[in-house]
């Protein structure tokens, strides 16, 4: 919502204003996918406009970063095959337990924290070696 729209000038509101009717006629995402057709021509072309960075000076092109506007249609499409992907991948166990990157609810925090938390237990089993080995020496 609140989206300029692209090269086929459909507003995302236009889409939401379809109804839940509309959700279930999935007919339009589903030949391409089924039928390995090419895209829409329509799909495939993107709108690019120049945005001005904060701060910048307005009269140097590299103050400027494209924005590409593509069809709402298109990232309906996009999120339905990501979505697609992620549950295979997930229900094939392509990616390991400690993977956290491309998942849902992954994160490099995470991944941090079992980093740390593995270094303090090395430390703990290494001291707890130490002081084995030192009561060993004086017996």
């Excluded at 491309?102 to 290494?126: C, D, P, V």
Aim: proline share 7%; with cysteine.
């Amino acid at each position: 919502m609140k989206k300029q729209p692209g090269p086929d000038n459909i507003f995302p509101e236009f889409i939401h204003n379809l109804g839940p009717k509309s959700n279930e006629d999935t007919t339009i995402y589903n030949k391409p996918w089924n039928c390995r057709d090419i895209l829409p021509d329509e799909w495939q072309k993107a709108i690019i406009v120049p945005i001005l960075e904060p701060h910048k000076p307005a009269n140097l092109v590299s103050s400027y970063r494209p924005i590409a506007l593509t069809s709402i249609l298109a990232k309906i499409q996009e999120r339905m095959i990501l979505a697609r992907l992620n549950w295979y991948r997930e229900n094939q166990n392509l990616l390991t337990e400690e993977q956290a990157g491309f998942r849902q609810n992954g994160s490099t925090t995470y991944q941090l924290t079992e980093l740390t938390q593995g270094i303090k237990r090395a430390f703990n089993q290494q001291e707890s070696f130490s002081r084995n080995n030192q009561q060993d020496a004086t017996l």
